[in-house]
């Protein structure tokens, strides 16, 4: 035995590399506390709970300076062995609260046993986010009543949790108190509860249930878009995400995009109460069906965090979003709201669960640009980045370390297939991936639910079962940048005709041309083709996106950024090189533009898991610059200037070095046009 001149053994944590001396005896889980080691305990040292697993390691730590032999803990025991028996204990594994330091040793906690694990790391943004849930569960045991000594049931549960847990004066919404005695006995004085604790209000009790709970503790990550929801259902201990699902906003029926849902509000009486009311159930639906795929009680849901835009976050608050539709656009309020979930009618979850809506950045930038943000960081940028999450509205967020500005771009739904005329939206059979070969005109495509490009043998078989039904956004995208590039389509977004472009794909339409992608109509099937008004249609939404991220760049005063982030599920799908032939971004090494998928979910997850992320995201959103397009004169002149492809004015260095775009000018009516000089 190595004991020391303290008679205390040491003992080294990893992977936290913490030490310190404690006294021969002490329980690992006493130990860890004592040298501030994230351990885990729910049943607070009882043996029955297993969060306290521990891995000893044996042999010689020259860098810890540490012989450690199987001694230096105590000799396995009844406890740890009842719990191997009933629950099964990994080979190596100790449970921390009953295994004892008597000599010097080294332990490993390994993630599962860390209540702070990390859960989101994102590499791009320098982020990292470690489980700090505002809803934990703790076990406690509570005096029995004594007709001596009156006191009611709660009052003794609150004692206990302040004694054994240090949760001090929590409260108990009347669900609670209204199970409490029942469990209380039932569980033979013994029982757990999940308490809700978020620093910004007494803690409060939001479950109880006899003896050790082993169902666990959810949450809910929304976001909540103007066209489809999303919902990400994670385990509150450890931040997994047990099942994810989306639906459609069934606000759809009443506008397409969001202004005309503020119109549907403003004409119709009871239009906002009726909108509110249809979300509102949609998220109580899928709250059930994520719930069902992961195959947990619905009721185990504590937590819920939304980010939407302003009008999906005053619609879901039941408040009327008119003031968004007319300028000075005032949000009703533009903080972080912390509310009961019954509040916003969300039933079937528990019914005491609580709901996080993360702040908004201004009338026109909402909760889903504040996620992006978190899950983002441009404010811990070292280098300018650009952020746009590209949906109906495009939140585009521009900064660094010293500052971020964010705007929001009427982008209008054409990126998701929507005003195009065979648009669709993504889903099997859709056009997502078009090339065009610019000597011979014809294109080649690949369809979602099939890895094969239309050339490839075997594509007929491979698409039969879903058939060639439309083409999405980012099909759309990559085929008016590649009839750029292919010379079928002028830098004013005129499409040629057959003669003057020199293919037969290209037909009239009235007095403009299209350009056939695919003709199924032989087998019933549709005609997929490029034309003018979606051009148009195109042109508008990407001068738009552009116009919105140039008035930024005004605002901090650069013509340059150093990268470009595309956010948003729709951005995974763009390729970044046909984003830059339309003129959608601005110029940028096109290795430095990369996709973040959905990151207004994962700012949605991040929050969930963690009151620092909130706190956070709250602090980040009061020091972002508001830029309000609508009122810019300057956004009119640079959306006008985005029109052309890629722009009438601004060079695009970059981009020039990959792809030479033909310089082809075509007259009204399709045919060539002389140069003009100059
Ligand atoms: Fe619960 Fe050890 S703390 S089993």
Redesign the pocket.
Known sequence: MTETESGKPLVVFTPSGRRGRVARGTPV?AAARQLGVDLD????????????QIAPAFGDFPKHGIHATPEALSPWNAVEERYRTKRGLAEGRR????ACILDDAVIDVPPESQVHRQVIRKAASDREIAMDPATRLYLVDVEPPDMHHPSGDFERLSAALSEQWGIAAPTAPLPVLARLQQALRKGDWQVSVAVFDDGTMPPAILGIWPGLHEGGLYGLAIDLGSTTIAAHLCDLATGAVRASDGVMNPQIRFGEDLMSRVSYAMMNPGGAAEMTAAVRTALTDLARSVAADAGIEPALIFEVVVVGNPVMHHLLLGIDPVELGQAPFALAASGALRLAAADLGLAGIAETARTYILPCIAGHVGADAAAVALAEAPDRSEDLVLVVDVGTNAEILLGNRSRVLACSSPTGPAFEGAQISAGQRAAPGAIERVTIDPVTKEPRFRIIGSSRWSDDPGFAEAVDRTGITGICGSGIIEAVAEMRIAGLLDASGLIGSAEAAGTPRLVPDGRTHSYVLHDGTSTGGPLIAVTQSDVRAIQLAKSALYAGARLLMDELGVERVDRIVLAGAFGAHISPKHAMVLGMIPDCALERVTSAGNAAGTGARMALASRVARSEIEATVRRITKVETAVAPRFQEHFVAANAIPHARDPFPELARLVRLPEVQFGAGGGPRRRRRG
């Open positions: 889980l305990s729910v049943c607070g040292g009882r043996g029955i709970c297993s969060r306290c449970l921390g609260c009953q």
